[in-house]
Structures are given as C-alpha cells and as structure tokens.
Nanobody, 125 residues
Framework: QVQVVESGGGLVQAGGSLRLSCVAS????????MGWFRQAPGKEREFVAG????????TYADDVKGRFTISRDNAKNTVYLQMNSLKPEDTAVYYC??????????????????WGQGTQVTVSS
C-alpha cells in the first residue's frame, strides 16, 4: 500500500497560482493511479484531478479544467497539482489520494486506498 504526504498549500490572491506536491512511500508508486480531492467547509469531499498509473493520462473536474494540471514523476514518487487562475471558490483543504488497487486510470472517491493529511488552500478575493 502507498502512503502519501502533501505540501504546498497557502494563502493566495484570486488569479494567483499555487503548486501542491504529494510524496508517496513505497517502490510500487508507479503502479497506482493518484488523485487530488478537496473539501470546503460544510461541503462533501470532491474529486479535483486524477492521473493514471504509469505514464499518466489525466482527468479533471469540470470546474478546474484549463486551470489545474496534475502530473507525476515516478522517479521521485511524487504527484503535483499546479493550480493557476485561482478563484475564491477554490478555497478548501486539498487531499492527495492513492488508489486502492493497481493499474487503474484514475482515482474515484470510493476507490481511495490512502489519504494524505490535507493541506489548506485559501484564495482571497
């Protein structure tokens, strides 16, 4: 099983950018799809972006398409979320997630095997 730790959150003005990083343990990182989810106060946790195992095909939630980019570096056991053109409605705790099974194309909420501790992203207007 892959364990994950996020970093890179913070406070940014609307229109700004942040990059989140997620370092995973284990030599089998490349076999697991990875994803980013977020949870705003009073709301349910939601999918933001996912990347498949291996070379990494990507999927995005509609409201972040064109603004966020997920990528992975298998040599560094790391997945990134580059967030551009941030909006106040992007404010949330962002969680890195590792899929619970190998060889899948993305991470669904029900399929998450490991969660990170979360990192706060706050976008001011």
């Amino acid at each position: 099983q892959v364990q994950v730790v996020e970093s890179g959150g913070g406070l940014v003005q609307a229109g700004g950018s942040l990059r989140l990083s997620c370092v995973a343990s284990g030599r089998t990182f490349m076999y697991y799809a990875m994803g980013w989810f977020r949870q705003a106060p009073g709301k349910e946790r939601e999918f933001v972006a996912g990347i498949s195992w291996g070379v990494g095909s990507t999927t995005y939630a509609d409201d972040v398409k064109g603004r966020f980019t997920i990528s992975r570096d298998n040599a560094k056991n790391t997945v990134y979320l580059q967030m551009n053109s941030l909006k106040p409605e992007d404010t949330a705790v962002y969680y890195c997630a590792a899929d619970g099974a190998r060889y899948r194309s993305t991470v669904a909420l029900a399929g998450v095997g490991s969660w990170g501790q979360g990192t706060q992203v706050t976008v001011s207007s």
